[in-house]
């Protein structure tokens, strides 16, 4: 369970990183694995070698009804020959969205929980009365965020250094994890930019931060949790977004999603017309996958007057349309 193609880089012609003589590159790590996509792929190998060395065949996981987290859990499920069960937050609804029920189709079992009950996933005493009914399992957090997780992403910075100098790299953050493992691999004279896809993701640094010290890393680099971008909140539509995604897949054929990678390269452009970065320097953008998430904004926003990509999913035809 290795990454299975070298890094992609792509330089982006922006007027605001020309202005700066800055070097501005998508590392289009949504290449590197055609059904887990950057960082699912990163976090999950580990932890998939971990569960198979303790002895398990199944992966117990939890997430929201549009997770990208359980749809990749659910893919390395069928790809990797693990039994998946998805914990989901929320009521059950039918039919299923796209994201679960193309989980559902790679295997995945849905199970249901009240978003008050679902509160209590972290909790020692509640995973074990859910192993008790569904038999024993591997348990990932939500959103795939631990020390192991930590290890497959600080990989890609190794990957990236073997290929090319830079001074910062910039990633969109949702728990922390992928932010976190770059940390832990980056040299002092390099930084880390996060843009934060939550409304309120101040907290973010403290989790980090948390995760890090009991995975007994330390972090060298400066760096910082952007939290201007988030557009309204977690997968919260808007469509200056939108256009901007639809505006940026035109100039450089790279489709962006609207969670994540979205508001990362947003905010990333609009720091290089603050001069936030440093005259001359290489920044480096993670493109991070997610495009999963187009079929289910579509399913909850297609009544509005709004433009959706064409999404061509590994195997599979394509589905939205440009209007």
């Known amino acids: ?15 605001a990183a020309h202005r700066c003589g800055i070097r501005l590159i998508l590392l289009r790590d949504d290449l590197t694995h055609a059904e887990l996509p950057g960082n699912k792929w990163r976090k999950l190998n580990y932890n998939l070698l971990e569960a198979r060395a303790q002895g398990h065949h199944t992966l117990l996981t939890f997430g929201g009804a549009f997770s990208n987290h359980l749809a990749a859990v659910a893919a390395a499920g069928r790809l990797y020959g693990f039994r998946t069960i998805g914990i989901v937050r929320g009521e059950p609804t039918i039919p299923l969205n796209p994201t679960l029920a193309q989980a559902a189709a790679d295997g995945m079992s849905l199970r249901y929980l009240d978003r008050d009950t679902y509160r209590q996933k972290q909790e020692a005493a509640f995973q074990a009365e859910l192993l008790q009914q ?9 959103g795939g965020t631990n020390e192991l997780a930590l290890r497959g992403c600080a990989e890609l910075v190794t990957e990236l250094s073997a290929q090319t100098s830079f001074d910062t790299l910039c990633v969109a953050c949702g728990t922390g994890g992928t932010l976190g493992g770059f940390l832990t691999a980056l040299k002092p004279q390099q930084q880390a930019v996060g843009v934060a896809a939550l409304k309120n993701g101040g907290f973010l640094q403290d989790d980090i931060h948390a995760l890090i010290t009991a995975a007994g890393q330390i972090i060298t680099a400066p760096w910082s949790v952007q939290t201007q971008y988030h557009f309204g909140g977690y997968a919260r539509f808007s469509p200056e977004l939108m256009t901007f995604i639809q505006q940026f897949q035109q100039r450089h054929k790279v489709l962006l999603d609207p969670i994540y990678t979205g508001k990362l390269l947003y905010g990333i452009l609009d720091l290089l017309r603050q001069d936030y970065f440093a005259p001359g320097s290489t920044v480096v953008a993670v493109h991070t996958g997610g495009l999963q998430a187009w079929a289910g904004f579509r399913a909850r926003f297609e009544r509005r007057s709004v433009w959706w990509p064409k999404v061509v999913r590994p195997g599979g035809a394509a589905s939205g349309a440009v209007n």
Request: no cysteine.
């Open 1 to 15: 369970m290795t990454t299975p193609i070298p890094l992609v880089l792509q330089e982006l012609n922006e007027p």
């Open 134 to 142: 569904t038999g024993p399992a591997y348990i990932l957090p939500e």
